[in-house]
């Protein structure tokens, strides 16, 4: 085992296990918090996370587009959802090779797919945080105030995503790889378009935890606002560690840390390990739906094929 798996496993041993400590040092709050989550509820919830899960896939679809290989919405689908269940093995690169694969079967180019993957991922954290300050200051000065300090990264952001910057980036790694430049480069409407699908996103995210907080908290439009900027919040975080599979509690940590001075901590980890559960199932239903979607539309053409051979 190399060093850097075992800081891995050591990491995701050590977070789950103080996971596991606060659960049981709260546990008759958190079971409370779970006997309020109504059914409904979590099946609104998995319906607004599959948006967001599409929106996800629309952006890294427009961006793949602008870079060359616009694809059809259920290979897209196929190539994105399938690709995505790489993110809970031990690693961050496990989701940009299956990706790879499945799309160089489609014709895109492995440099074209690899670009569009880690350029996902900037778009996702700069409109996150974007989502974050606007709706936590909505929602109450007092919430974001914490985690001020994240901030400072959406002036960076937003220089590194205008695409002059991110072309010339892009150039000079692949340079330095000895590869061939990219074939196109990307614009800024297909930016404006990824950026926009991942707004979308965000609003869906925050749309999840507020259907499960109702539950938890009085309906309001302060909980609505304060749920999306807390799920981006948490989310961001989440990303930025990526040392775990899926940011595997670091975002449930900072999602109790944001939502307990609303909830309570016993119903804010209720809170945060159904909205997990949730997503966990979303991924799969995505999956799954996009390889049969895709595998029906490929299966008449192939019987036709096959026919016209005989």
Request: hydrophobic share 60%.
């Amino acid at each position: 085992m190399s060093t850097r798996t075992l800081v891995r496993v050591v990491f995701l041993v050590v977070a789950l296990g103080f996971g596991t400590w606060a659960v049981a040092r709260q546990w008759d709050q958190v079971a409370a918090g779970f006997a309020q989550i109504s059914w409904w509820s979590l099946a609104l919830s998995l319906v607004a996370v599959v948006a967001a899960l599409c929106c996800g896939m629309l952006t890294w679809r427009a961006l793949l587009a602008d870079l060359g290989s616009p694809l059809p919405v259920r290979q897209a689908a196929k190539v994105f959802f399938v690709g995505q269940l790489g993110k809970y093995i031990p690693g961050s690169l496990w989701p940009v090779v299956a990706q790879m694969e499945m799309g160089r079967d489609l014709g895109i180019p492995r440099p074209r797919s690899a670009t569009a993957f880690f350029l996902t991922l900037p778009v996702q954290l700069g409109s996150g945080l974007l989502v974050a300050a606007g709706t936590l200051l909505a929602a109450g000065p007092g919430s974001i105030a914490p985690y001020a300090w994240v901030l400072l990264l959406v002036p960076v952001l937003a220089v590194l995503l205008e695409p002059r910057v991110i072309n010339a980036v892009i150039g000079f790694g692949l340079r330095r790889l000895r590869r061939e430049p990219l074939e196109r480069a990307l614009t800024r409407r297909g930016m404006l378009g990824a950026l926009g699908w991942a707004l979308c996103g965000w609003v869906a995210y925050g749309l999840h935890l507020a259907v499960i907080m109702v539950s938890l908290e009085p309906a309001s439009g302060r909980l609505v606002a304060f749920s999306i900027g807390a799920f981006a919040l948490s989310w961001c975080l989440g990303i930025m560690t990526f040392v775990v599979p899926a940011g595997a509690g670091v975002r449930e940590v900072a999602m109790v840390a944001v939502l307990a001075p609303m909830l309570g901590q016993g119903p804010a980890i209720a809170a945060a390990l159904v909205s997990r559960i949730v997503i966990v199932l979303g991924d799969l239903i995505c999956a799954g739906t996009a390889a049969l979607a895709a595998r029906s539309a490929v299966d008449p053409e192939a019987s036709e094929a096959g026919r016209n051979a005989v």
